[in-house]
T-cell receptor, first 118, second 113 residues
């Protein structure tokens, strides 16, 4: 149980285009989903926290107009990198809380999406 | 806000030896401490977690200890195997769903046979 699916696993795009990454909880409902960014050999940096049906909360320094987050249902959140540039190239990872146990903060992670912007 | 320090950054052991990774945290309100294993090109996998109401938790070859007074917690892996080689991250948070995990910088564990 507690599987988080993330697609695509790898995407290459041209500079200036937009890329959408999907994060799905397959066998549970997620109250909250989180989006992280990870540079090579570095730790996970939280970008934003996403709750179903409400606007995402972005961390300081993360441009909300560039990284659009939509959390339309309890099983799906999407991250769209708009007008991507080479500096946006990174490993993007989502995680999800299990809705049935709000007293716990167990987060399950997707496999990540490697974005390469040419 | 919370700050998590993790040591060492790299750790090399021989197969069968034990490995210990240590983390300290700054926010006394934190009460949930998970450990994740991340293999190259993959997302982090939860391997064990501990809450502040217990001092130790064990799952086969993996154990985690917590010293709430000193604000530090450790991951212990016994009888290491080559497949234990990965990057390990500790994290801390207030243990309520919807709150962010604050991660340490990670430890690259290499187990040689």
């Amino acid at each position: 149980g507690a599987v988080v699916s993330q697609h695509p696993s790898w995407v290459i795009c041209k500079s200036g285009t937009s890329v959408k990454i999907e994060c799905r909880s397959l066998d549970f409902q997620a109250t909250t989903m989180f989006w992280y960014r990870q540079f090579p050999k570095q730790s996970l940096m939280l970008m934003a926290t996403s709750n179903e049906g409400s606007k995402a909360t972005y961390e300081q320094g993360v441009e909300k107009d560039k990284f659009l987050i939509n959390h339309a249902s309890l099983t799906l959140s999407t991250l769209t990198v708009t007008s991507a540039h080479p500096e946006d190239s990174s490993f993007y990872i989502c995680s999800a809380n299990v809705a049935r146990d709000v007293s716990k903060n167990i987060q399950y992670f997707g496999a990540g999406t490697r974005l390469s912007v040419l | 806000g919370e700050n998590v320090e993790q040591h060492p950054s790299t750790l090399s052991v021989q197969e069968g030896d034990s490995a210990v990774i240590k983390c300290t945290y700054s926010d006394s309100a934190s009460n949930y401490f998970p450990w994740y294993k991340q293999e190259l090109g993959k997302g982090p996998q939860l391997i064990i977690d501990i809450r502040s109401n217990v001092g130790e938790k064990k799952d086969q070859r993996i154990a985690v200890t917590l010293n709430k007074t000193a604000k530090h917690f450790s991951l212990h892996i016994t009888e290491t195997q080559p497949e234990d080689s990965a990057v390990y991250f500790c994290a801390a948070s207030i243990g309520q769903a919807g709150t962010a995990l604050i991660f340490g910088k990670g430890t690259t564990l290499s187990v040689s046979s």
